[in-house]
């Protein structure tokens, strides 16, 4: 059964930092993406970040760029997200997605993923 376990979200002041962990299992993490989205109350969901597993490379969304860094520890199945110089604008439900395949193009595409897990609140105050 694969399970997506994202935690880590919470209240936090504008300017500050966080990180997000997303546990996976039931799939080989090591040949997998794993990416963050999230969504807003009134928005549509939004791919923020995203990492191939496989060879470390990275993608972001351009709001994010420059503040968040997503990793992942392939040891522990997990996959991080840290989030830097944070401003209202980025409060969301944030969900980690996976798919156990490749990916080198529509990264932060949500049809992408065949896996999601619940979400986790990150609220930043102004």
């Known amino acids: 059964e694969v399970q997506l376990q994202a935690s880590g979200g919470g209240l936090v002041q504008a300017g500050g930092s966080l990180r997000l962990s997303c546990v996976a299992s039931?799939?080989?993490?090591?040949?997998?993406?794993v990416a963050w989205f999230r969504q807003a109350p009134g928005k549509e969901r939004e791919g923020v970040s995203f990492?191939?597993?496989?060879?470390?490379?990275?993608r972001y969304a351009d709001s994010v760029k420059g503040r968040f860094s997503i990793s992942s520890d392939n040891a522990k199945n997990t996959a991080y997200l840290q989030m830097n110089s944070l401003k209202p604008e980025d409060t969301a439900v944030y969900y980690c997605?996976?798919?156990?395949?490749?990916?080198?193009?529509?990264?932060?595409?949500?049809?992408?993923?065949?896996?999601w897990g619940r979400g986790t609140q990150l609220t930043v105050s102004s």
């Open positions: 990492i191939n597993n496989s060879d470390g490379i990275t």
């Open positions: 997605a996976a798919a156990p395949y490749y990916l080198s193009e529509r990264e932060l595409a949500d049809w992408e993923y065949d896996y």
């Open positions: 039931g799939f080989t993490f090591d040949d997998s993406v």
